[in-house]
T-cell receptor
């Protein structure tokens, strides 16, 4: 159990366009999901906490108007990169928890975004 | 900020035990030690976690010092597929608490 599906696994988009990334908990409900960004040879950087039914909480330095997060249901959170630029090219990863007492967050397989 | 310190890289011979250390001297009483690993271009994979007792599962063993200021992840018989970046993380064990990643240790398992 505790499978998190992330889609798409990779995407190439033109500069100025928007891209939506989906994160789904397949076999459990997740009131909280997290979004990370990872640049080559660097560690994961937490971007925001996605809360079902309420606004996301963004980490310092992350533009909430650029990285739109929607957690409309207990099994789905989406991250939309708006007006993407080449510097937004990165590996985006989501994670979700089964509940209060957990055995570690389960991570999605990641989305490789390339903005050209 | 990440609350852990790990060596940036380590080598291990295939078939031998890989011992990955982690310092977490500021860990608080209600924080657990978690280990994840990330194989290139994939999402992190949960390995093991513990509070103060040593833990073992099918993947690894976790040894936590009595003062809880450091721990060691042990892969008993490393294989080439264990080559990855290993992250040691401290966090509370309840839902909603964010997981902050440090730099991790890049483990190279060599034939």
């Amino acid at each position: 159990g505790a499978v998190v599906s992330q889609h798409p696994s990779w995407v190439i988009c033109k500069s100025g366009t928007s891209v939506k990334i989906e994160c789904r908990s397949l076999d459990f409900q997740a009131t909280t999901m997290f979004w990370y960004r990872q640049f080559p040879k660097q560690s994961l950087m937490l971007m925001a906490t996605s809360n079902e039914g309420s606004k996301a909480t963004y980490e310092q330095g992350v533009e909430k108007d650029k990285f739109l997060i929607n957690h409309a249901s207990l099994t789905l959170s989406t991250l939309t990169v708006t007006s993407a630029h080449p510097e937004d090219s990165s590996f985006y990863i989501c994670s979700a928890s089964k509940g209060v007492v957990n055995y570690g967050y389960t991570f999605g397989s990641g989305t490789r975004l390339t903005v050209v | 900020d990440a609350k852990t310190t790990q060596p940036p890289s380590m080598d291990c011979a295939e078939g031998r035990a890989a011992n990955l250390p982690c310092n977490h001297s500021t860990i608080s009483g209600n924080e657990y030690v978690y280990w994840y690993r990330q194989i290139h271009s994939q999402g992190p994979q949960y390995i093991i976690h513990g509070l103060k007792n040593n833990e073992t599962n099918e993947m690894a063993s976790l040894i936590i010092t009595e003062d809880r200021k450091s721990s060691t992840l042990i892969l008993p018989h490393a294989t080439l597929r264990d080559t990855a970046v290993y992250y040691c993380i401290v966090r509370e064990n309840t839902g909603g608490f964010k997981t902050i990643f440090g730099a991790g240790t890049r483990l190279f398992v060599k034939a």
